[in-house]
């Protein structure tokens, strides 16, 4: 398909709605008022304040040992990430790109997440666009299939935890119905994704032009294949995630089981991607999820804020080598006059 000059431009960022912006903050502040109200109903149990009940519950953490833990798995992750995003890229937008030319962009672009997840990917686009000429909707394109297998990956992970732990989660239904919630989202899910692929393989609506939108581009190209790989992947990221926030919720004396982090850990950072500033749908669920620790919300915004913040001193380590790869000429130059 030959694109259109309006498909040869970075894609513009999308604004969101100042109405919109509105009902999240105040969904927000009301997610943060329960879980005041937790904390403070606790705290009152043992005659503290919900400070002091806040302070003693961080003062008797290992900080030390947790550090041991979260670093590592910031840099695992960070390798994990840039791997699947690398091959995807190769896959659909570049195939002469190198790993060592995504290192630098992808852990610049942890830098802009701290403003905005879909910045720090617009910024991956704008890379791609300078360096290798790949049009903008068509960038955009692969980082929406990175995103929706993303969410895959967390689905299939909390299929599996239900499954093998369906007790522990039964007994953490008594405040949410969580199983029957869960068990509609994963039949949605299970439904929606053959459809997906007989969609965009052309087999059912053939005559349907929306997925020769450029925005579609990747999910026109991506066969099955595809979509495994890129699942296994991203796997050991998750699977690292819940060893480390088994044994990091156990330094803050938390008792949690490995079964129940591997079927809530997958939820909570799926409530973690919602449009709510803080991750506030997150550090409510937290809590619901562990209604004898109401301060695990706590506990998820001290996580979240060391993991974001991790990376992104992992970004400016990588800033200086990712502005010469954005802004002046080298390998990629000669690979687009090869091509």
């Known amino acids: 398909m ?11 960022r999308a604004k969101m709605h100042p109405a919109f912006r509105l009902v999240t903050w105040l969904i927000t502040f009301g997610c943060f008022y329960l879980v005041y109200g937790r904390v403070e109903e606790a705290a009152g149990r043992v005659d503290l304040t919900a400070t002091e009940y806040l302070i003693n519950f961080f003062r008797e953490a290992d900080w030390i040992l947790w550090l041991s833990f979260m670093i590592p798995y910031s840099l695992f992750f960070f390798l994990v990430d840039a791997h699947a995003t690398w091959r995807v890229i190769r896959w659909f937008n570049a195939p002469s790109i190198r790993l060592v030319n995504i290192l630098p962009i992808r852990a610049s672009a942890y830098i802009l997440s701290l403003v905005n997840e879909q910045v720090g990917k617009g910024a991956m686009s704008l890379y791609l666009y300078q360096r290798y000429r790949v049009p903008g909707w068509e960038a955009i394109s692969s980082m929406i299939l990175l995103g929706m297998l993303e969410i895959y990956q967390l689905l299939i992970f909390s299929a599996v935890g239900v499954i093998i732990y369906f007790d522990l989660v039964r007994m953490a239904s008594s405040q949410l119905p969580l199983v029957n919630i869960l068990i509609v989202v994963f039949t949605v899910a299970l439904i929606y994704f053959p459809l997906h692929l007989l969609y965009f393989g052309g087999a059912l609506l053939p ?25 296994l992947f991203k796997a050991p990221n998750l699977l690292v995630a819940v ?6 919720l156990a330094l803050f004396h938390v008792d949690v089981s490995f079964g129940q982090m591997l079927a809530f ?31 695990v919300g706590a506990f998820s915004l001290v996580m979240h804020t060391f993991f974001v913040s991790f990376n992104a001193v992992i970004g400016l380590v990588f800033l200086p080598k990712a502005n010469r790869e954005l802004f002046t000429g080298g390998e990629a130059d000669k690979a687009i006059a090869d091509t």
């Open 243 to 248: 060893m480390v926030y088994t044994a990091s």
């Open 265 to 295: 850990l997958p939820v909570i950072f799926l409530a973690a991607a919602l449009p709510l500033p803080f991750h506030a749908g997150a550090l409510l669920l937290w809590t619901v999820l562990f209604p004898e620790y109401p301060v």
């Open 2 to 12: 030959t694109a259109t000059p309006d498909d040869n431009q970075p894609a513009p």
């Open 207 to 231: 005559k349907s032009t929306i997925r020769d939108k450029p925005l579609l581009r990747a999910f026109r190209r991506a066969r099955p294949v595809h979509y495994l790989l890129v699942l």
